[in-house]
């Protein structure tokens, strides 16, 4: 079945600093992946839709400058945290589409910002 | 807007017994209802969806209900086991400009007691 590989798993960085996270379709071509928030004990909060080969599409009060989203590929989409915070620490999800209806999510990347 | 309720919050049950989650989706254009299972510091993971011209869906222990008419639908896990313990999500999709959007509901967390 369809596989998206997530990574990192974890990452820890200091204030100020910027991290990238990938987000790979393993087996299938992925047009559309999307980003997912999600705080504990809460459900995904959408952040962006992110297009093969065009802008990312943010969804309302998602500061397009701060979290950056790169698919330059069918099977490649990245997030990229700039200047994080302690309030940016939190579980990002990817998930993408094959051929059917289902998405399918990466493992989340645990973002601790000290 | 677009919006998907989910109950309860918390569920707690017997080893054996029955589990049921309901949704309400507002979006009457919405025609695919996926289930996600998530347990701790892992994405979500698809355990069943149906389309909306589909009244039930079963696989194994587990299935769903639709009912269009009310924007209500359930999932239903029967011979419940210590590992359907984890939280799970209903979401609601329809095509929003060929993007086929999720709205997730706010989650169940499902204690399954030994």
């Known amino acids: 079945g369809a596989v998206v590989s997530q990574h990192p798993s974890r990452v820890i960085c200091k204030s100020g600093t910027s991290v990238k996270i990938e987000c790979r379709s393993l087996?299938?071509?992925?047009?559309?992946m999307f980003w997912y928030r999600q705080f504990p004990k809460q459900s995904l909060m959408l952040m962006a839709t992110?297009?093969?080969?065009?802008?990312?599409?943010?969804e309302q009060g998602v500061e397009k400058d701060k979290f950056l989203i790169n698919h330059a590929s069918l099977t490649l989409s990245t997030l990229t945290v700039t200047s994080a915070h302690p309030e940016d620490s939190s579980f990002y999800i990817c998930s993408a589409r094959g051929q059917g209806d289902g998405y399918t999510f990466g493992s989340g990347t645990r973002l601790t910002v000290v | 807007g677009e919006n998907v309720e989910q109950h309860p919050s918390t569920l707690s049950v017997q080893e054996g017994d029955s589990a049921v989650i309901k949704c309400t989706y507002s979006d009457s254009a919405s025609n695919y209802f996926p289930w996600y299972k998530q347990e701790l510091g892992k994405g979500p993971q698809l355990i069943i969806d149906i389309r909306s011209n589909v009244g039930e869906k079963k696989d194994q222990r587990i299935a769903v209900t639709l009912n269009k008419t009310a924007k209500h639908f359930s999932l239903h896990i029967t011979e419940t086991q210590p590992e359907d313990s984890a939280v799970y999500f209903c979401a609601a999709s329809g095509t929003t400009s060929g993007t086929y959007k999720y709205i997730f509901g706010t989650g169940t967390r499902l204690k399954v007691l030994a």
């Open positions: 992110s297009n093969e080969g065009s802008k990312a599409t943010y």
């Open positions: 087996d299938f071509q992925a047009t559309t």
